[in-house]
């Protein structure tokens, strides 16, 4: 029998505790300063090379690459290596569910990775590390390696469009998870919100940790407002200590 699969969709709540604010969502800091959006919308990214040079210092001062995993990010981790199958959906960039332990093939980055560097002539992809380095070593805008094409961020800016790959297997998991637990995000954005609702459609038990109350709390099995550095570790041990017992114990 194949056991359960739980999806964990994470948005940008569960980085908080990390230092890591919301930049993208509806309210995040680069949809409420225009100037700071534009650094991160592709038009004007590959149109202008000074804000180009704007961007790469953004992104030498971002402290996204500093941040470390948190207790929701390890408790994750912690339920791949307890046994449990997890898929982890995440609308951050910011790798945390990897560095805390998780392993890289159980994550779909939705919005891909700040931690990366890609190309935009020839796809090359490199380490956002060593970019930054040539930007400290004084290239203003540093140049693909290969090519000399535009280099960006591995992350999808605002005006270009999600990775088709990416998102199939998103919806693969949503499809074929038993438990799907959104944490952290406002479910406000595709696709992340659809995703939600193919899940419910697929019979998926929803849990639903936030803050805030999102449009798919009323379809919900259980939503969760307390902190999510509590909740999550404290719902996941639930979740493997279920899958622990034995079937005759269940109602
Ligand atoms: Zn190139």
Redesign the pocket.
């Known amino acids: 029998m194949t056991k359960p699969l739980v999806a964990v969709l994470s948005g940008a709540g569960i980085s908080t505790d990390s230092g890591i604010p919301d930049y993208r969502g509806p309210q995040g800091l680069w949809r409420r300063d225009p100037e700071a959006e534009k650094l991160v919308t592709y038009e004007y990214y590959m149109g202008d090379p000074e804000i180009r040079r704007r961007s790469w210092q953004m992104r030498r001062k971002n402290r996204t690459l500093s941040a470390e995993p948190n207790a929701a990010h390890r408790a994750v981790a912690e339920l791949e290596r307890s046994g449990v199958p997890v898929r982890v959906i995440t609308q951050n960039v910011d790798g945390l569910h990897q560095l805390a332990g998780l392993s890289a093939r159980k994550v779909i980055e939705l919005h891909g990775t700040a931690r990366a560097v890609v190309?935009t002539?020839?796809g090359?992809r490199g380490s956002m590390a060593d970019a930054l380095a040539r930007v400290e070593a004084g290239e203003e805008d540093p140049p693909?390696p290969?090519?000399g094409?535009i280099l960006k961020s591995a992350t999808v800016m605002f005006g270009e469009r999600l990775d088709s790959r990416v998102l199939g297997e998103a919806l693969a998991v949503a499809k074929a998870c038993t438990v799907f637990l959104a944490v952290g995000s406002s479910l406000r954005v595709q696709p992340a919100a659809g995703l939600v609702g193919v899940a419910a459609d697929h019979g998926a038990r929803l849990v639903i940790v936030n803050a805030e109350p999102t449009p798919y709390d009323e379809l919900a099995d259980e939503v969760v407002r307390e902190p999510i550095g509590t909740a999550l570790p404290r719902l996941l041990r639930e979740l493997a200590a279920a899958e622990r017992r034995p079937r005759s114990e269940e109602g």
């Open positions: 190309c002539k020839c090359t693909c290969e090519c094409g």
